[in-house]
């Protein structure tokens, strides 16, 4: 069994995968910046590293002794403007620990990144690994930050053979998102009956699934290679009428127009220009939302066998653990 260094256990992927790992007889050792975070917290076995991601010193020690790093942290903000806290998180914080790890015993750098920093492709020719983006289309800051980290790491493979991996999923969905990434989507559509739905959709695949397959990277993923994890896209109008047929709601649906979403967006982004706060929409985001993308993630599948389950079953089993777990927890 190895011992796995893991970063982003409070958040969705990370604790999937963190218990994932643990269940199978491995010693993971979680990097956990809130000092009020204990193993109590987690309903598996873990070993806490309290430290700050971007001060490579206070995990240096678990670093060097780890034979597997899953790097799960980021800071996922969708920010219109650059910003300098995400660049140290989800760029540097790499940087360094690449430093750190390619002096040490390492057999699995792996980490994780988005499908964003692939061109989509269509419903007819949907996307792989190869097509690779060198500045995200809508120059979001997050995915080129992503971007940013995975040249590091295609770099140190090239020049060192540094062992990492890289996985790009779609937007994820699954029971326990308890740091409610991207469930607060899920949310906004179960609260409302009436809803304004841009022209667009996501590539949606259950985070179970991921953290399976990541799993399987420990032992048959390769180094230096990348795996696009995608399921089946799934327009907003789609998602919306699936959650509430399965919450038993009556809703209406009405498009938003895109040059009123635009303008939406764009006010979004005045807010966080003026006030340096980041606001759940800005232009680039609905730039995004706009959009239609497609994926094929055979690679994953025939090599890590990647094994997706029925969408509708993601979804089923989303909105029941938001009914009958998190509903009922936010009450008590």
């Known amino acids: 069994m190895s011992k796995i260094f893991i970063t982003g256990i409070t958040g969705f992927l990370g604790r999937h995968v963190a218990r994932k790992c643990a269940m199978e007889g491995h010693q993971v050792i979680a990097l956990v910046r809130n000092k009020k975070i204990t193993i109590s917290n987690f309903d598996f076995n873990v070993g806490i590293c309290h430290g700050d991601l971007t001060e490579v010193g206070s995990y240096k020690k678990e670093l060097?002794?780890?034979?597997?790093?899953?790097?799960?942290?980021?800071?996922?903000?969708?920010?219109?403007?650059?910003?300098?806290?995400?660049?140290?998180?989800?760029?540097?914080?790499?940087?360094?620990?690449?430093?750190?790890?390619?002096?040490?015993?390492?057999?699995?750098?792996?980490?994780?990144?988005?499908?964003?920093?692939?061109?989509?492709?269509?419903?007819?020719?949907?996307?792989?690994?190869?097509?690779?983006?060198?500045?995200?289309?809508?120059?979001?800051?997050?995915?080129?930050?992503?971007?940013?980290?995975?040249?590091?790491?295609?770099?140190e493979y090239e020049n060192e053979n540094f062992p990492s991996i890289i996985f790009n999923p779609t937007f994820m969905l699954g029971p326990d998102d308890y740091s409610l990434s991207s469930g607060k989507l899920i949310l906004t559509m179960m609260k409302n009956k009436n809803f304004l739905l841009p022209g667009g959709g996501k590539n949606v695949v259950d985070i179970?699934?991921?953290?399976?397959?990541?799993?399987?990277?420990?032992?048959?993923?390769?180094?230096?290679?990348?795996?696009?994890?995608?399921?089946?896209?799934?327009?907003?109008?789609?998602?919306?009428?699936?959650?509430?047929?399965?919450?038993?709601?009556?809703?209406?649906?009405?498009?938003?127009?895109?040059?009123?979403?635009?303008?939406?967006?764009?006010?979004?982004?005045?807010?966080?220009?003026?006030?340096?706060?980041?606001?759940?929409?800005?232009?680039?985001?609905?730039?995004l939302a706009y959009e239609n993308h497609y994926y094929n993630s055979i690679k994953a599948k025939q090599v890590l066998g990647f094994n997706p389950r029925p969408l509708e079953e993601t979804i089923n089993e989303t909105i029941k653990w938001y009914t009958n777990e998190y509903f009922q927890n936010k009450k008590s």
Request: include cysteine; hydrophobic fraction near 35%; charged fraction near 20%.
């Open 64 to 155: 060097e002794q780890a034979e597997v790093i899953i790097h799960c942290a980021a800071d996922t903000r969708m920010f219109a403007f650059k910003n300098k806290q995400q660049e140290a998180i989800n760029v540097q914080s790499v940087k360094d620990m690449i430093d750190v790890a390619k002096n040490t015993n390492l057999q699995r750098f792996i980490f994780i990144s988005s499908a964003n920093t692939i061109i989509p492709g269509t419903e007819n020719n949907p996307s792989i690994e190869i097509n690779r983006n060198k500045k995200n289309s809508n120059n979001l800051p997050y995915i080129n930050t992503k971007i940013k980290a995975e040249n590091l790491l295609i770099q």
């Open 208 to 287: 179970r699934d991921v953290s399976d397959v990541v799993y399987n990277a420990i032992s048959n993923g390769k180094c230096g290679e990348r795996y696009l994890l995608s399921n089946s896209f799934m327009s907003y109008r789609e998602m919306f009428e699936k959650i509430h047929r399965n919450y038993n709601n009556s809703f209406t649906k009405n498009k938003l127009p895109q040059p009123i979403g635009k303008g939406i967006g764009y006010l979004g982004s005045l807010f966080e220009l003026l006030t340096n706060k980041t606001f759940s929409i800005n232009h680039k985001i609905m730039r």
